[in-house]
């Protein structure tokens, strides 16, 4: 799992989801542009320098955890950086973009069109 601050997320968390035990988890270094930027809401920024900082932050947690097989991004800020993510991992990752394209998906129906008629 990737978040800004990795101590943020406690067993507590996970346990109310009713997840037993702690997924490998990575956050931003504290001096990280990314959490200063949101933390000072900045409406301008570097997001090149951000997707760095979260390529890197996913690069340690891969590096750390070689089991990992898929990337859950627990910031709603990180979506963007995703696609940076999957190709420099070459890992799928999951985000609050996934998952509500996910979910809207159940919603609507799906669209079928009819193939060519048979007459009997």
Not at 55 to 72: F, K, N, Q, T, W
Request: with cysteine.
């Amino acid at each position: 799992m990737l978040t800004p601050v990795a101590e943020a997320l406690t067993p507590a968390h996970f346990r109310g989801v009713g997840v037993a035990g702690m997924p490998p988890i990575e956050g931003l270094p504290p001096d990280s542009l990314f959490k200063r930027d949101l933390l000072e809401n900045r409406t301008t920024f570097d997001v090149a320098a951000h997707e760095r900082e979260v390529v890197a932050a996913a690069r340690r947690l891969v590096d750390r955890h070689p089991e990992v097989g898929a990337i859950v991004s627990e910031c709603a800020n990180f979506p963007v950086h995703s696609a940076a993510e999957e190709a420099d991992l070459g890992l799928p990752v999951f985000d609050a973009y996934t998952l509500v394209s996910w979910f809207h998906a159940g919603l609507r129906p799906r669209a079928f069109t009819a193939g060519a008629s048979r007459e009997a």
